[in-house]
């Protein structure tokens, strides 16, 4: 949003930003929802913004075990209402995130770990450093939106299972207007 990095900012509220974004020549109004850190006990999507979501972020740190294990449990369909039965979300494009990644010399999680679950999730998988290049950061963006821009172009009823279903960073109005439903 920014191309630098903010070490430290308030985060105790659910955010929404707003963002103007160019890609293969075409504008597009970016929102993305950032949820607040809830407790592992209760990690959980928001229920409103996966009325409007074309795509999930689901972010993880590298070095901290239990943030990957709670991405696990993020990444459950019926988490993000995301299963095929009466879903809209269904087939969503997912990002898994590995996050700081500038600080590997303490991780606790593989990058092999973090692609096999993407895989077993059908998600994007990759591996970042927020703090040290925003352009990765951008480029994930742009992959993950051009996924929500291609299923949005195909019919309905050839539409196939292709992203798992996840959650943290919501992206909305990919090439459009806000809808309610797909
Ligand atoms: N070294 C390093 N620190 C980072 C990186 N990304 C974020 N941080 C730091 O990690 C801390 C948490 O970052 P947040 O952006 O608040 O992460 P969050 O997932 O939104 O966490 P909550 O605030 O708990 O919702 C902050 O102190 C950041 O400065 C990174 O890529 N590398």
Known sequence: LTKRFIGEYASNTNSLYCKRFSIDGRQLNLE??????????????PVEPLSWADGFIVVYNIID?????NAKNILQPERLGTEKENSHLWEVPVGLVGN????CHARQVSEEE?????Q???????EVSAAEDHQE????FTELI??????????????????SKSMAKLINNVFG??????
Not at 65 to 69: A, D, K, P
Not at 120 to 126: A, I, T
Not at 148 to 154: M, N
């Open 120 to 126: 077993e999730h059908r998600c994007l998988f990759q």
């Open 65 to 69: 075990r239990t943030s990957f294990l």
């Open 114 to 118: 973090g692609r096999t679950l993407a």
């Open 146 to 163: 051009r996924s929500a821009a291609e299923r949005l172009r195909r019919p309905t009823d050839l539409r196939r299972y292709s992203g």
């Open 137 to 140: 950061i951008s480029g994930l």
């Open 177 to 182: 207007k806000r809808r309610k439903s797909v």
């Open 100 to 103: 700081k990644q500038d600080l």
């Open 32 to 45: 993305v929802f950032d949820p607040c850190s809830q407790s592992a006990e209760s990690q959980s999507v």
